[in-house]
C-alpha cells in the first residue's frame, strides 16, 4: 500500500502532498511536486547531509570517514547538474499537477562510492560502526513518469559526478588556504 509509510518524515510529506492536491481539486490551484533523491554535487555544503558531498569533503581535509553499518546500504544519488536540467525541461514545458520522481533510477552503495573516491584519494580512511535502527538498507526511486515528462533525460555517471565535486572541493580548500601554503 502506497499509503503505508515506515517513517515520520514520510509520513509529514505525504501529508503535505495530499494537502497540495486537495487544494488543486478544491480551487483549481495548479502544482508540481518534485521528489528528490540524494542530490550530490557542487555548491553543496552541509556537513550533516549528504554522504558523497560529506565524504569528499572530509576526505580532503584528511579526516576518517564513519559509516554506518557495512557500507552496502544503497541509495538513488543524482548529480546537482541534471536534476537542475532535468527542472529547467519541466518548466520549459509547463508541466503542471504532476508528482514526479527526481533521480537517477539506479542504486549506489556507500561501498561503490568508498570505491569511487579512492581513486582520487587513495589513503582514504574509513572507520565502520553500528548502524542505526533507523537506518534504511535501499532506496530506489521509480523515475519512469519522469522519462515519460523528459524525452532525453540524460544523466551524468556518478562516478564522473564524484570527480567533478571532487574537483570543486579542491578548488575550495586552496581557496581557503593561507597564501604560501602547500598541499601535500
Request: one cysteine or more; charged letters at 20%.
Amino acid at each position: 500500500d502506497l499509503c503505508k509509510q515506515n517513517s515520520s518524515y514520510g509520513i509529514i510529506i505525504w501529508s503535505i502532498e495530499e494537502y497540495i492536491q486537495l487544494f488543486n481539486r478544491n480551487y483549481g490551484i495548479d502544482y508540481f511536486i518534485l521528489r528528490p533523491s540524494n542530490l550530490f554535487g557542487e555548491f553543496h555544503s552541509s556537513d550533516k547531509q549528504g554522504i558523497i558531498n560529506i565524504a569528499i569533503r572530509i576526505t580532503i581535509n584528511q579526516q576518517p570517514l564513519e559509516i554506518w553499518g557495512d557500507g552496502q546500504q544503497a541509495k538513488d544519488y543524482l548529480y546537482i547538474k541534471d536534476a537542475m536540467a532535468a527542472i529547467y525541461t519541466l518548466l520549459v514545458n509547463q508541466k503542471k499537477n504532476l508528482i514526479l520522481n527526481l533521480g537517477s533510477g539506479q542504486t549506489t552503495s556507500i561501498n561503490q562510492i568508498v570505491a569511487h573516491i579512492r581513486e582520487l584519494e587513495p589513503e582514504m580512511e574509513v572507520i565502520y560502526k553500528d548502524s542505526m535502527k533507523a537506518d534504511v538498507r535501499a532506496i530506489l526511486l521509480n523515475i519512469n513518469e519522469l522519462k515519460r515528462n523528459i524525452a532525453n533525460f540524460a544523466l551524468t555517471d556518478i562516478r564522473q559526478g564524484i570527480y567533478n565535486k571532487y574537483k570543486w572541493e579542491r578548488v575550495q580548500l586552496l581557496r581557503r588556504l593561507p597564501f604560501g601554503k602547500v598541499l601535500m
